[in-house]
């Protein structure tokens, strides 16, 4: 479905800057409402992003979730996207990545990939297609026993790492769909969505890893669904 921001943590533009993003560009990230278009077909996943202000473009992005990365551009930036589900027991792994100031490994991307610790070699990406485990199941299609089997943990949404090609760090990008028992925690200014409709608000916790010691910087933002894929 479409997703449109609805608000953006205290974080935010802290995010932005650790990533040399400038500062006109960051106050116009800021200020804009961009929707996110996700269409999720078997392990086909594909992500365009409306930016919603005219500096910045709209992107598209297709994946195959648990599939070979992908290299995509963000600003000028050249970074390697790896896809797999979200799941509960990769939010805390994440969490404590997080606490702990480690930088969590990409799938698909060699131990012996980082040149001195900071740029990756770009011999070190994985891409042979044989290797990784295709799921021809949709999350929504998911019943428990078959979340068990797929990961260690019920699927909550998707998961994104963006290593930097050329950069000293690790982007990580959780897209967790919320259900109506945890959104408690929404703005006032929010409508609330009914009660039968679980998968309404998502939420996107951003967070960069530095392989040069520095602390993470995380941010959270809040979506609402404002269109169904049929």
Excluded: W
Aim: with cysteine.
């Amino acid at each position: 479905g479409a997703y449109k921001l609805v608000s953006n943590d205290e974080h935010f533009e802290s995010f932005l800057a650790v990533q040399g993003l400038p500062y006109m560009l960051r106050r116009a990230a800021s200020q804009a409402r961009p929707v996110h278009r996700i269409t999720h077909i078997g392990c086909h996943l594909t992500i365009q992003i409306e930016a919603g202000v005219a500096i910045m473009p709209t992107t598209q992005t297709s994946y195959i979730i648990n599939g070979p990365p992908v290299e995509t551009c963000v600003r000028g930036r050249v970074f390697c996207d790896s896809v797999s589900y979200l799941t509960r027991a990769a939010v805390q792994q994440n969490d404590a990545h997080f606490a702990n100031g480690t930088v969590p490994t990409a799938p698909g991307i060699k131990d012996d990939s980082f040149d001195n610790g900071s740029s990756i070699n770009i011999n070190g990406i994985h891409n042979d297609d044989d290797d990784y485990e295709k799921n021809d199941i949709g999350i929504d299609s998911i019943n428990s026993s078959d979340k068990k089997k797929t990961n260690s943990g019920n699927i909550v949404g998707i998961l994104v790492h963006k290593v930097a090609l050329a950069e000293n760090y690790t982007v990580t990008v959780q897209r967790q769909l919320m259900s109506s028992s945890s959104q408690s925690s929404l703005p006032d200014d929010i409508d609330q969505p009914p009660e039968d409709d679980k998968n309404n608000i998502m939420t996107v916790t951003s967070t960069a890893y530095f392989r040069d010691g520095r602390d993470p910087v995380r941010c959270i933002q809040k979506f609402q669904r404002i269109e169904v894929n049929e």
